[in-house]
Protein backbone atom coordinates (compact mmCIF):
# COMPACT_ATOMS: atom_id res chain seq x y z
CA UNK A 1 0.00 0.00 0.00
CA UNK A 2 2.97 2.24 0.86
CA UNK A 3 4.31 2.81 -2.66
CA UNK A 4 0.59 3.34 -4.23
CA UNK A 5 0.16 5.95 -1.72
CA UNK A 6 3.86 7.45 -2.64
CA UNK A 7 3.68 7.52 -5.92
CA UNK A 8 -0.16 8.87 -6.08
CA UNK A 9 0.68 12.39 -3.10
CA UNK A 10 4.18 12.45 -5.36
CA UNK A 11 1.82 13.21 -8.23
CA UNK A 12 -0.43 15.37 -6.32
CA UNK A 13 2.36 17.64 -5.20
CA UNK A 14 3.71 18.13 -8.68
CA UNK A 15 0.39 19.14 -10.06
CA UNK A 16 0.41 21.63 -7.32
CA UNK A 17 -2.60 19.90 -5.37
CA UNK A 18 -3.01 18.40 -2.40
CA UNK A 19 -3.84 14.98 -1.53
CA UNK A 20 -6.80 13.71 0.27
CA UNK A 21 -7.36 9.56 0.44
CA UNK A 22 -10.51 8.67 2.47
CA UNK A 23 -9.40 5.31 4.23
CA UNK A 24 -10.89 2.82 6.61
CA UNK A 25 -10.27 1.64 9.74
CA UNK A 26 -9.52 -2.71 10.56
CA UNK A 27 -12.71 -4.36 11.12
CA UNK A 28 -11.66 -5.44 14.08
CA UNK A 29 -10.70 -2.69 16.69
CA UNK A 30 -9.72 -3.47 19.86
CA UNK A 31 -12.49 -0.96 21.68
CA UNK A 32 -15.04 -0.25 18.80
CA UNK A 33 -16.81 2.73 20.12
CA UNK A 34 -13.57 4.74 21.68
CA UNK A 35 -11.83 7.35 19.05
CA UNK A 36 -9.66 6.01 16.26
CA UNK A 37 -6.07 6.38 15.84
CA UNK A 38 -3.61 6.19 13.45
CA UNK A 39 -2.72 2.84 14.50
CA UNK A 40 -6.25 1.77 13.63
CA UNK A 41 -5.89 2.45 9.69
CA UNK A 42 -6.13 -0.70 7.61
CA UNK A 43 -2.91 -1.99 6.06
CA UNK A 44 0.52 -1.17 6.50
CA UNK A 45 2.43 2.51 5.86
CA UNK A 46 -1.09 4.35 5.56
CA UNK A 47 -0.01 6.07 9.08
CA UNK A 48 3.87 6.85 8.03
CA UNK A 49 2.58 8.75 5.10
CA UNK A 50 -0.09 11.16 6.60
CA UNK A 51 0.97 14.61 7.43
CA UNK A 52 -2.52 16.03 8.61
CA UNK A 53 -5.83 13.79 9.43
CA UNK A 54 -9.49 13.76 10.42
CA UNK A 55 -10.31 10.41 11.73
CA UNK A 56 -14.75 9.65 11.70
CA UNK A 57 -15.79 7.08 14.15
CA UNK A 58 -18.81 5.99 16.09
CA UNK A 59 -19.07 7.23 19.41
CA UNK A 60 -22.03 4.06 19.86
CA UNK A 61 -23.49 1.70 18.42
CA UNK A 62 -26.02 3.11 15.39
CA UNK A 63 -29.68 2.57 15.86
CA UNK A 64 -31.40 2.29 12.28
CA UNK A 65 -34.56 4.56 12.57
CA UNK A 66 -33.48 7.00 15.43
CA UNK A 67 -31.53 9.57 12.78
CA UNK A 68 -28.88 10.16 15.34
CA UNK A 69 -25.15 9.21 14.62
CA UNK A 70 -23.11 9.73 17.71
CA UNK A 71 -19.60 10.43 16.27
CA UNK A 72 -15.95 10.87 17.35
CA UNK A 73 -13.59 13.29 15.16
CA UNK A 74 -9.69 13.02 15.88
CA UNK A 75 -7.86 15.51 14.23
CA UNK A 76 -4.17 15.69 13.65
CA UNK A 77 -1.00 16.61 12.00
CA UNK A 78 2.46 15.13 11.84
CA UNK A 79 4.38 18.40 11.79
CA UNK A 80 6.52 17.37 8.54
CA UNK A 81 6.43 20.30 6.27
CA UNK A 82 6.09 18.70 2.48
CA UNK A 83 8.15 21.18 -0.40
Known amino acids: MEPWLL ?3 D ?3 EAGVTP ?4 HARKTLAAPYAPLELSDLAF ?3 A ?3 CA ?3 LSWRE ?3 PGVGLH ?4 AVGESGVNLP
Open 7 to 9: TFS
Open 11 to 13: ACR
Open 20 to 23: IVVH
Open 44 to 46: AGV
Open 48 to 50: ELV
Open 53 to 55: WLL
Open 61 to 63: RFE
Open 70 to 73: KLWL
